[in-house]
C-alpha cells in the first residue's frame, strides 16, 4: 500500500535539545509539506519542498529546520531555538505542486518535557 | 496576509439532523479542497472543486464553490456518527501558491 509514514507517534523534548521527526512517503510524489496544528487551529505551514534538494520557509519555519536529500524522506528537525514547540506536527505529500489534493501521515505528537 | 475562514468553529448536532460549514476567502481561489480529521487522526481528501459555482455530491456530502470562487460549503444531510470529526476547507491563492487552511468546523452528532 501507497503512504506517508511519519515517525515517532509521540515524542518528549528536554529542554535545550533538537529532536528529528521522520516523515517518508512511497507515492511517488514531488511535493513534501510540514505542518503545525495545535488544539483548536488549522494548519500552519512549516516547510515545504517541491523537488529534491530544493525547499522553501512555510509561514511559521522559525525554530524549525528540513532537509530533502531524497524524494521519498523529508525530515523535520525541531531546534531548541523553538520555544514552544508542542504541537501536533504533520507531515504531507502531494503531486507535482500545493495546488494538488494532500495526502497526510498519522503525525506526531512533540511534547516538552 | 491571505486567510480563509471558517464557520461555524463548532457545531453540535442530533443524529439526524443537517450541518452546514462555511468557508470564506479574502482572495479568490484557484480551487477549493475539503478534508475530514476524525478525533485523534490525520486530515483525510474529501474533495475538490475548481469550476465558479461548481456543486458536487459524496452521498450525504454537497459540496459548493461560489460564483466569485472566494466561498464554499460542505453540507451533510442526516448527520451520522460517523461523521463526527473537523471539516476544513482549504484553497490556494492563485496558480502557484501554496494550500492555506481554514481552522475548520468541529462537528459532533448526539446519538
Known amino acids: 500500500d501507497g503512504g506517508i509514514t511519519q515517525s515517532p507517534k509521540y515524542l518528549f523534548r528536554k529542554e535545550g535539545q533538537n529532536v528529528t521527526l521522520s516523515c517518508e512517503q512511497n507515492?511517488?510524489?514531488?511535493?513534501m509539506y510540514w505542518y503545525r496544528q495545535d488544539p483548536g487551529q488549522g494548519l500552519r505551514l512549516i516547510y515545504y519542498?517541491?523537488?529534491?534538494?530544493?525547499?522553501q520557509k512555510g509561514d511559521i519555519a522559525e525554530g524549525y529546520s528540513v532537509s530533502r536529500e531524497k524524494k521519498e524522506s523529508f525530515p523535520l528537525t525541531v531546534t531548541s531555538a523553538q520555544k514552544n514547540p508542542t504541537a501536533f506536527y504533520l507531515c504531507?505529500?502531494?503531486?507535482?505542486?500545493?495546488?494538488?489534493?494532500?495526502?497526510f501521515g498519522d503525525g506526531t505528537r512533540l511534547s516538552i518535557l | 496576509g491571505q486567510q480563509v475562514m471558517q464557520i461555524p468553529q463548532y457545531q453540535h448536532v442530533q443524529e439526524g439532523e443537517d450541518f452546514t460549514t462555511y468557508c470564506n476567502s479574502s482572495?479568490?481561489?484557484?480551487?477549493i479542497q475539503w478534508y475530514k480529521q476524525r478525533p485523534g487522526g490525520h486530515p483525510v481528501f474529501l474533495i475538490q472543486?475548481?469550476?465558479?459555482?461548481e456543486v458536487k455530491k459524496q452521498k450525504r456530502l454537497t459540496f459548493q464553490f461560489g460564483e466569485a470562487k472566494k466561498n464554499s460549503s460542505l453540507h451533510i444531510t442526516a448527520t451520522q456518527t460517523t461523521d463526527v470529526g473537523t471539516y476544513f476547507c482549504?484553497?490556494?491563492?492563485?496558480?502557484?501558491?501554496?494550500?492555506?487552511f481554514g481552522k475548520g468546523t468541529k462537528l459532533s452528532v448526539k446519538p
Open positions: 482549504a484553497g490556494p491563492p492563485g496558480s502557484q501558491g501554496n494550500l492555506i
Open positions: 504531507a505529500s502531494s503531486i507535482r505542486n500545493s495546488n494538488q489534493p494532500q495526502h
Open positions: 472543486l475548481v469550476k465558479s459555482g
Open positions: 507515492l511517488n510524489h514531488d511535493a
Open positions: 519542498s517541491q523537488i529534491v534538494n530544493d525547499f
Open positions: 482572495t479568490t481561489l484557484s480551487n
